[in-house]
């Protein structure tokens, strides 16, 4: 009997150990995609900070660029604070509402792509102080099949590194096309904690690690609208693709869904040891 018992115990005492130790050995990052419309900030209320609290998340962030559509308010970008997240990063669609150029530029919190011209409001990164260390935020927009001419966000990348110093860093690569975001986290690998890729609305499979530590991967997906395409209402965009007279796209009622990513990160390396994606379809 007592022999029986005492693997026993030992088996509970070094679980126990593993559950004081390896919280303490990383932080975990949330990353959330595109916020299309009502529907996605209402999940995003509803849903974020249960989220949070499951995953044991330190931070999160969220791209709200589709808020209001095309764009968000200075209200949409409060409803996605009050909701839970740490900062907010956006892409092609930054500046499609023009109420939200002062906000850019009065708070820290919400980025645009660092390689937009330069005279453009607001800033493409943030260096915010936490318990656990400085996280170092960068948006960038990808140059392959989008509407605008960035710089390179390869360089943009390159220049903010080489000033920037802190022990994680977050990169969100708001890209239409899968090479140019899969080129960019090897030419990041080792160097950042994670890049995620925004913009297409639709998660992809490959969340993953690579060689040199930092958590991938290619889209997060959407938070909003299930049944729709890419957040549009279908008929809509049927109508579209069959050739009839445009109209304005409007957001898709119905069930909703929030999709991101989790990043399990090190905190004395700074490199990812887990990726995880995420999804919730109420
Ligand atoms: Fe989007
Ligand atoms: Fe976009």
Request: proline content about 5%; hydrophobic content about 45%.
């Amino acid at each position: 009997m007592g022999k029986a018992f005492c693997p026993f115990l030992l088996f509970v005492f070094f679980q126990a150990i593993l559950v004081l130790v390896i919280p303490m050995t990383t932080i975990n990052i949330l990353a959330v995609g595109d916020i299309v419309g009502k529907s996605g900030l209402d999940i995003l209320r509803r849903r974020l900070r249960g989220i949070i609290r499951s995953f044991h998340i330190d931070f999160t962030v969220v791209n709200g660029e589709n808020s209001a559509g095309t764009g968000l308010t200075p209200a949409n970008a409060d409803d996605i604070f009050n909701a839970g997240a740490d900062v907010i990063t956006l892409g092609n669609h930054a500046f499609s509402k023009s109420a939200i150029f002062p906000y850019l530029e009065e708070c820290q919190y919400i980025l645009r792509p660092q390689n937009f011209a330069p005279q453009s409001p607001g800033r493409g990164f943030g260096l915010f102080e936490t318990a656990f260390g400085n996280v170092l935020v960068i948006n960038l927009v990808g140059r392959c099949g989008m509407n605008f001419g960035p710089d390179n966000p390869f360089f943009a990348a390159d220049l903010v590194l080489s000033k920037q110093k802190a022990k994680f860093t977050l990169v969100d690569m708001h890209a239409e096309a899968t090479s140019e975001k899969l080129a960019l986290c090897y030419y990041l690998d080792g160097r950042v904690s994670a890049v995620w890729g925004t913009h297409t609305h639709v998660q992809t499979s490959d969340a993953s690690v690579f060689p040199k530590g930092t958590g991938y991967i290619t889209d997060l997906g959407m938070t909003g609208p299930a049944r729709s395409v890419l957040g549009v209402v279908p008929q809509q965009s049927i109508d579209m693709f069959l050739g009839n007279p445009a109209y304005r796209f409007e957001t898709a009622s119905g069930p909703a869904k929030l999709e991101g990513a989790v990043f399990s990160i090190d905190r004395e390396t700074g490199l990812c040891q887990s990726a995880e994606a995420i999804r919730i379809i109420e």
